[in-house]
T-cell receptor
């Protein structure tokens, strides 16, 4: 079964600073990968998904971007963070029976 | 209208009680259905898939009514450890391999001693 590693677990960043969150997957090859965000007290929102290296689909236009430089690596980035970027960021891997999520990164923009 | 709607709760029930959660979805072309469980400040974890014929896993029973676009989760003999937020999740039909999950905002359950 697949295992998803996300880091860091917690991050506090000032407004206007850059961001890079990394997700790596073990136990599978050529997975479909997803980035979700959960704002405080709200549901999960799909940000990006990728079906392969270099293939990124964006669901919500905003100041975030994603990249898939390797088969089992998915990166979420921003050049300049906004206060509204605060939230719980989750990487997910599609399996045969639902998705597996990483443990998430809790981002606070101050 | 939200794509997936759930009663946010909170549901506060005593140990041993039976509790039911409901969920409706707006996209009639939705293909797959799940219930996820999310503990406070943790990632969601798959609880069970939901099939048209209904399915049961121990104390948990899930039902799907495609005609009414309605999904339910029944928890019998509630335990303290069942306290969590329960997320109704739907995936649309797509032509590619990707299956984007659409989440409800969750129903919060607290089981009281």
């Amino acid at each position: 079964s697949q295992t998803i590693h996300q880091w860091p677990a917690t991050l506090v960043q000032p407004v206007g600073s850059p961001l890079s969150l990394e997700c790596t997957v073990e136990g599978t090859s050529n997975p479909n990968l997803y980035w979700y965000r959960q704002a405080a007290g709200r549901g999960l929102q799909l940000l990006f998904y990728s079906v392969g290296i270099g293939q990124i689909s964006s669901e919500v236009p905003q100041n975030l971007s994603a990249s898939r430089p390797q088969d089992r690596q998915f990166i979420l980035s921003s050049k300049k963070l906004l206060l509204s970027d605060s939230g719980f960021y989750l990487c997910a891997c599609q399996g045969d029976y639902g998705y597996t999520f990483g443990s998430g990164t809790r981002l606070t923009v101050v | 209208r939200k794509e997936v709607e759930q009663d946010p709760g909170p549901f506060n029930v005593p140990e041993g009680a039976t509790v039911a959660f409901n969920c409706t979805y707006s996209n009639s072309a939705s293909q797959s259905f799940f219930w996820y469980r999310q503990d406070c400040r943790k990632e969601p974890k798959l609880l069970m898939s939901v099939y048209s014929s209904g399915n049961e896993d121990g104390r948990f029973t899930a039902q799907l009514n495609r005609a009414s676009q309605y999904i339910s989760l029944l928890i019998r003999d509630s335990k303290l450890s069942d306290s969590a937020t329960y997320l109704c999740v739907v995936t649309p039909w797509t032509s590619g391999s990707a299956r984007q999950l659409t989440f409800g905002s969750g129903t919060q359950l607290t089981v009281l001693p």
